[in-house]
């Protein structure tokens, strides 16, 4: 599978140079001119990791940066231009992964590009979807940048479900999968779990529901949030 990458750029010779660079390394790319299109847009679509300028024509890339970070934990490489942003990234706590200067070779930021996915990416313990993100390392799961408190089986069955969304899960499946002792425990526990799961869920977006219940069958994650 090919990942995907988001470059917002302003400059059309710049996003072209970074198009060219990645694409020819076997990324999709997705380009964008100004910066709160890109919040539309993560919202709808999975996207691996962000090409970030920081002038932009609507927003300034650091508050954008900011507004990513609230609802997703991928990876954003920042584009800079002046010393002092650079000061900026590197100081503060602004939520970049990484930077690269202007002026750049096209073969460098690919390499940042790779070598920061190889970082972040499964398996090393963080795995996120637009509306959840997954912390194996420290067992938590943040739906919408929210904190989950679940407890060990919700936290094993919602994992199980956002490594595989879309994925019909029959309970006798979530029970092996989920418990170290499956034969000890009744099929309807696994109900009693979805629902706390659910409720859980609610409490953060009252408008949604994410998991599905396929009736005879099981459980799955919605594909499509
Ligand atoms: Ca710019």
């Given at each position: 599978m090919r990942h995907k990458v988001l470059i917002v750029e302003d400059e059309p010779a710049?996003?072209?140079t970074i198009q060219y660079a990645l694409e020819t390394d076997g990324?999709?790319?997705?380009?964008l001119t100004s910066g709160l299109p890109a919040l539309?847009?993560?919202a709808k679509e999975h996207v691996d990791m962000v090409v970030l300028d920081i002038g932009l024509p609507d927003i300034n890339g650091f508050e954008l940066c900011?507004?990513?970070?609230?609802?997703?934990?991928?990876?954003?490489?920042?584009?800079?231009?002046?010393?002092?942003?650079i000061d900026k990234?590197?100081?503060?706590?602004?939520?970049?992964?990484d930077y690269v200067t202007k002026p750049f070779s096209p073969r460098e930021l690919s390499a940042r590009v790779k070598a920061l996915l190889r970082r972040t990416q499964l398996p090393s313990g963080l795995a996120s979807s637009p509306s959840f993100q997954l912390d194996e390392s420290r067992?938590?799961?943040?739906f919408f940048g929210k904190n989950l408190d679940l407890s060990r089986y919700e936290f094993a069955i919602l994992k199980?479900?956002?490594l595989r969304p879309g994925h019909v899960y029959s309970r006798d499946q979530l029970m092996n999968l989920c418990w170290d002792e499956p034969e000890c425990s009744m099929d309807r526990t696994i109900d009693a779990h979805i629902k706390n799961i659910r409720n859980k869920l609610r409490v953060v977006r009252p408008d949604m529901d994410p998991i599905v219940t396929h009736r005879g069958m099981g459980y799955s994650l919605n594909e499509g949030l």
């Open positions: 710049i996003a072209d990324f999709e790319t997705i380009r539309t847009l993560l900011k507004e990513i970070r609230k609802t997703h934990n991928i990876p954003i490489i920042f584009l800079t231009a002046r010393s002092e942003e990234v590197v100081g503060l706590e602004i939520g970049g992964d067992k938590q799961i943040l199980t479900f956002i």
